[in-house]
């Protein structure tokens, strides 16, 4: 066991469901000035995909059938390992922005961005050393961008637990952490024994081999004392290095705590206070979300959508605070036609963000003209003389780093695209 456990209770506790932010702020100043970029672990796309993970029989696949609102995909079941072969599907995210965009430039239709989900099998103990199908189902992980981490918090006799038949979300969380800790450090170790014998080859770059040995060592580290390789901050050059071993521990990691719908309508789960405090100790960049698969499903089948306090639905919330925690934001391309929302990457350029719309756009970008959600939001009817005569329409080359909610309008070749 290589994560300490910290059954303490935190101050000040609230019935909140988030804690600690994982994000990082790079907000412009207003008219969108250009920002260093992010340097983000994982794969350099603006296609991301995540994995429902956690032990086996916890509601993975229930969750996904919530996520992707459809009862027919995955095949939750009440037993074990119901899930082997890994099953996809594509989920809208939901945005205000969009809705409001749709509004205000009186879009015939929205489409929604989206992200790619998987229903993975349940891992057991000892999954990092093959028991269980193991190796095969943490490789269905490494190919995943984030990870949609589920615990059981319900209690129901009628379903069983495979860790001794006994609910207790902490102890199946800290069970999953360690094999994904594990897989990694036998990658690390893979990796250094690798460059130690590359460093006895004639014509080799040394300094550079040592460089990344070193910071293999000090991944090494983190891995034994239970640390995630995301929960440090790693600077461009150590990122470049890091992303090519596609780590299980590097990926972006939300909580989600299944409960019951008694205790989901409360708001309240005898364990909720115990993962928190763990979680702040160990994982404190990555969030936890309370959900009930019961309470949705039911939903789900009556075709219900619930309202929560926020005025968004708990979907909704899981969605989008993935979104986030992938380090993904918006864009938005508006015109009587339609409103489309895009994803990219934060710190994405302009340019990088035309090649999304289509790669020609990319190649010829001449220029773009930005208008920002902060002055956007409270229009009724979208005004382009207003915006231009009070100074709120932005002409931007092909560095600006776009922000979160901005509608562009690209200037490329003989193409414009608004
Ligand atoms: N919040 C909940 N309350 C009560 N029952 C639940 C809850 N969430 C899931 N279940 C039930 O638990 C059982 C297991 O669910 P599911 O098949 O979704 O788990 P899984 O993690 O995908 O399992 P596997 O690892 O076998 O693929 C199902 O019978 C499901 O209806
Ligand atoms: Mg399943």
Redesign the pocket.
């Known amino acids: 066991m290589f994560v300490r456990n910290t059954r303490g209770s935190i101050p000040n506790w609230l019935r909140v469901r988030y804690f600690s932010s994982c994000q990082r702020s790079f907000k412009a100043p207003n008219g969108g000035k250009s920002q260093a970029p992010a340097n983000f672990l994982g794969r350099a796309s603006n296609n991301l995909s995540v994995g ?1 993970v956690g032990l ?2 916890v ?4 969750i ?1 059938q919530i996520l992707t609102r459809q009862t027919s995909v ?4 009440n037993y074990p ?3 082997i072969e890994p099953t996809k599907s594509i989920i809208n995210v939901p945005s205000i922005k969009l809705d409001h965009y749709q509004k205000l430039f009186q879009s015939n239709k929205k489409i929604e961005s989206n992200l790619l989900i998987w ?4 891992l057991i103990r000892n999954a990092s050393s093959g028991a269980g199908l193991g190796n095969k189902f943490l490789n269905d992980i490494r190919n995943v961008d984030g990870i949609f981490h589920v615990i059981r918090g319900f209690r129901d006799d009628d379903i069983i637990h495979i860790e001794e038949n006994k609910v207790d979300p902490l102890r199946d969380l800290v069970i999953v952490n360690d094999e994904l800790i594990l897989k990694d450090l036998e990658f690390v170790e893979i990796g250094i024994d690798k460059l130690t014998k590359l460093l006895k080859r004639p014509g080799i770059n040394k300094a550079e081999v040592e460089n990344e040995i070193n910071i293999l060592e000090r991944i090494q580290e983190l891995l034994y004392e239970g640390k995630k390789v995301s929960q440090i901050d790693w600077n461009a050059e150590e990122v470049n290095i890091i992303n090519p071993y596609n780590f299980l521990t590097a990926k972006p990691t939300l909580y989600l705590l299944n409960v019951n719908e008694n205790d989901y309508l409360n708001q309240t789960n005898e364990f909720l206070e115990s993962v928190t405090a763990w979680l702040e100790e160990n994982s404190p960049r990555d969030k936890l979300i309370m959900i009930s698969a019961d309470h949705e499903t039911t939903l789900l089948e009556q075709e219900v959508e619930e309202e929560t306090v926020t005025g968004s639905t708990i979907v909704a919330e899981v969605i989008t605070t993935m979104k986030s925690a992938l380090n993904l934001i918006s864009f938005y391309t508006c015109g009587p036609k339609e409103a489309h929302e895009w994803n990219i990457r934060m710190g994405n350029t302009v340019q990088e963000a035309a090649g999304c719309i289509h790669t020609d756009l990319q190649k010829t970008f001449i220029s773009s003209i930005v208008y920002k959600w902060d002055d956007l939001k409270t229009m009724d009817l979208f005004n382009e003389t207003t915006l231009k005569s009070s100074g709120k329409q932005y002409k931007q080359g092909k560095k600006y780093l776009v922000e979160d909610g901005d509608v562009i309008i690209i200037k490329a070749g003989s193409a414009k695209v608004r």
């Open positions: 429902l086996a029989n509601g993975k696949s229930s996904f995955g095949t939750p079941a390992f119901a899930t229903d993975i099998a349940g």
